[in-house]
């Protein structure tokens, strides 16, 4: 075991979170509410988990992929 190149790896992998960090407040300053209604899916995935104000942006993407994902195979079996 090398621990320079475990050191190496560890601050190349640090490097790249931090990059990540940066980009994701970014995103987070540049976006303003949203305006018009919400798509039918995330709809429909917020009726079916708790309310919108208790679930975090994981809760909200996961319930919405899985209900977008789920009607697209309600579809394609049609």
Not at 64 to 77: E, F, I, Q, W
């Given at each position: 075991?090398d ?60 319930a ?15």
């Open positions: 075991m621990v320079t190149k475990i050191l190496e790896q560890l601050r190349e992998e640090r490097d790249q979170i931090e990059a990540a960090i940066v980009t994701l407040e970014r995103l987070a300053l540049g976006r303003g509410k949203r305006r018009g209604r919400p798509p039918s899916w995330m709809v429909e995935a917020r009726k079916r988990t708790k309310s919108g104000d208790e679930m975090s942006a994981a809760d909200v993407i996961e919405a992929v899985a209900a977008k994902g789920s009607r697209g195979n309600k579809t394609a079996n049609a």
